[in-house]
């Protein structure tokens, strides 16, 4: 059974920084692209970052862009998302997700999704 589990959430002031981790399970993602979404309350789902199976490819959406990084470590089957300079308007629950079917991809689908971790930044 493949399990995504994120971590590193948490309440966090203005101009502060987190970093999330996914872990998978169940499945070895060293081979595949995987990104990370967030959601706020009342507003759509929103790819934020996104990293193929090397990590020589990545997208950001350009709210975040400069001010976030994605990375991962393939030995460790997990995915990480340093956040900087974060903003009120970073706070929502925040999403791992990972592709069987795609390798060097940095696209909005995903198969597997974890359960989200809140984000919280004070102003």
């Known amino acids: 059974q493949v399990q995504l589990v994120e971590s590193g959430g948490g309440l966090v002031q203005a101009g502060g920084s987190l970093r999330l981790s996914c872990a998978a399970s169940?499945?070895?993602?060293?081979?595949?692209?995987m990104a990370w979404f967030r959601q706020a309350p009342g507003k759509e789902r929103q790819r934020v970052a996104a990293?193929?199976?090397?990590?020589?490819?990545?997208y950001y959406a350009v709210s975040t862009k400069d001010r976030f990084t994605i990375s991962r470590d393939n030995a460790k089957n997990t995915v990480y998302l340093q956040m900087n300079s974060l903003k009120p308007e970073d706070t929502a629950v925040y999403y791992c997700?990972?592709?069987?079917?795609?390798?060097?991809?940095?696209?909005?689908?995903?198969?597997?999704w974890g359960q989200g971790t809140q984000v919280t930044v004070s102003s």
């Open positions: 997700a990972a592709t069987v079917k795609y390798r060097d991809y940095v696209g909005l689908e995903y198969d597997h």
């Open positions: 990293i193929n199976w090397n990590g020589g490819n990545t």
């Open positions: 169940g499945r070895d993602f060293s081979n595949n692209a």
